[in-house]
């Protein structure tokens, strides 16, 4: 710092020797102040960034290393591409939707059998529209939204008729307000759901595919993507962790969803993903949006 010709005149005498010095510590303790409210401001926004990246990373590393799911023979798998027959560019492959166990499932079930339908897994459509395995003559997939214990009524009717299918389970947390899901632990709120030693029986079975249905269950094209992404993830992590195997089925809640929802399904490692629109018909090249009906009424 220069000091004026006035200024250098002033400390040569004793009270501007003082002045002076008030000058310099002021000036100083500005900086200080200046500095801090800088790294302040910016420590929230570096914080975030680093947990951004903590989040990716560890998502990125925990995928690569995941346990390959054991549902599906190697055999069935094609090396070449299977030519699937398709009517106006879509797959007839009916997957059906329910929550609570229908009074007349077992009746649902007989149909299915009458028809001449093969149930298989969640992740069977997958290979199955991508060309990747040969399906059955008349596939169809059964799933079950929510994880409600009240399912296990429907687990003894599909170990009767020997048939698979997927359960789409809800974890539950801090935003449902711990009323929903397999961590439920309100219970004066919410329903009656399955617990992870019943889902571990079930997907030990040999009969049920598990896939995810969100953290907290909630309607995800409302969220931002930082808070979908936690829905999305985090669900597929806990599962993963809990199960030991690969978690690659993914369903919206409510059905709903947008374009950065799909885009985030598909970075977490799903490789599909379910809505509650209904048709029969599925789109191969629309496997982040294949559609469920909620009877087997019309199936022929």
Same mark, same amino acid.
């Given at each position: 710092?220069?000091?004026?010709? #006035?200024?250098?005149?002033? %400390?040569?005498?004793?009270?501007?020797?003082?002045?002076?010095?008030?000058? /310099?510590?002021?000036?100083?303790?500005?900086? +200080?102040?200046?500095?801090? !409210?800088?790294?302040?401001?910016?420590?929230?926004? $570096?914080?975030?960034?680093?947990?951004?990246?903590?989040?990716?990373?560890?998502?990125?590393?925990?995928?690569? !290393?995941?346990? =390959? =799911? &054991?549902? +599906?023979?190697?055999?069935?798998?094609?090396?070449?591409?299977?030519?699937?027959?398709? +009517?106006?560019?879509?797959?007839?492959?009916?997957?059906?939707?329910?929550?609570?166990? =229908?009074?007349?499932?077992?009746?649902?079930?007989?149909?299915?059998?009458?028809?001449?339908?093969?149930? %298989?897994?969640?992740?069977? &459509?997958?290979?199955?529209?991508?060309?990747?395995?040969?399906?059955?003559?008349?596939? %169809?997939?059964?799933?079950?939204?929510?994880?409600?214990?009240?399912?296990?009524?429907?687990?003894?009717?599909?170990?009767?008729?020997?048939?698979?299918?997927?359960?789409? &389970?809800?974890?539950?947390?801090?935003? !449902?307000?711990?009323?929903?899901?397999?961590?439920?632990? $309100?219970?004066?709120?919410?329903? !009656?759901?399955?617990?992870?030693?019943?889902?571990?029986?079930?997907?030990?079975?040999?009969?049920?595919?598990?896939?995810?249905?969100?953290? #907290?269950?909630?309607?995800?094209?409302?969220?931002?993507?930082?808070?979908?992404?936690?829905? /999305?993830?985090?669900?597929?992590?806990?599962?993963?962790?809990?199960?030991? $195997?690969?978690?690659?089925?993914?369903?919206?809640?409510?059905?709903?969803?947008?374009? /950065?929802?799909?885009?985030?399904?598909?970075?977490?490692?799903?490789?599909?993903?379910?809505?509650?629109?209904?048709?029969?018909?599925?789109?191969?090249?629309?496997?982040?949006?294949?559609?469920? /009906?909620? #009877?087997?009424?019309?199936?022929?």
């Amino acid at each position: 710092m220069k000091l004026s010709k #006035d200024a250098k005149s002033l %400390v040569k005498k004793p009270l501007g020797k003082v002045y002076y010095r008030l000058f /310099i510590a002021l000036a100083f303790i500005v900086a +200080i102040i200046v500095l801090g !409210s800088e790294l302040y401001l910016a420590e929230p926004m $570096v914080a975030a960034e680093l947990q951004k990246q903590k989040i990716k990373n560890l998502s990125s590393n925990y995928y690569k !290393s995941s346990t =390959p =799911p &054991v549902i +599906i023979s190697p055999s069935a798998i094609v090396a070449t591409p299977i030519e699937i027959k398709k +009517i106006n560019g879509t797959v007839h492959l009916p997957i059906l939707l329910y929550h609570k166990t =229908p009074a007349n499932f077992d009746f649902q079930m007989k149909h299915l059998v009458d028809a001449g339908y093969t149930p %298989v897994f969640m992740q069977e &459509v997958y290979m199955i529209l991508t060309g990747k395995m040969a399906g059955p003559a008349k596939p %169809v997939a059964i799933t079950f939204d929510d994880g409600f214990s009240d399912q296990l009524q429907a687990t003894e009717i599909l170990k009767k008729y020997n048939f698979k299918s997927t359960f789409y &389970v809800l974890i539950g947390g801090e935003l !449902s307000g711990w009323c929903v899901g397999v961590e439920r632990n $309100v219970t004066t709120c919410g329903d !009656s759901y399955l617990n992870w030693a019943q889902i571990k029986t079930l997907q030990g079975s040999g009969l049920i595919e598990v896939g995810s249905h969100t953290v #907290d269950h909630l309607q995800l094209a409302s969220l931002n993507e930082a808070a979908q992404r936690f829905q /999305i993830f985090e669900s597929k992590r806990i599962l993963e962790q809990n199960l030991g $195997v690969s978690v690659l089925s993914f369903c919206y809640p409510y059905g709903n969803f947008n374009t /950065i929802t799909e885009l985030l399904a598909k970075e977490a490692g799903y490789n599909n993903a379910t809505t509650t629109v209904g048709s029969e018909y599925q789109n191969p090249n629309l496997l982040f949006r294949l559609n469920r /009906i909620r #009877d087997t009424k019309d199936l022929r």
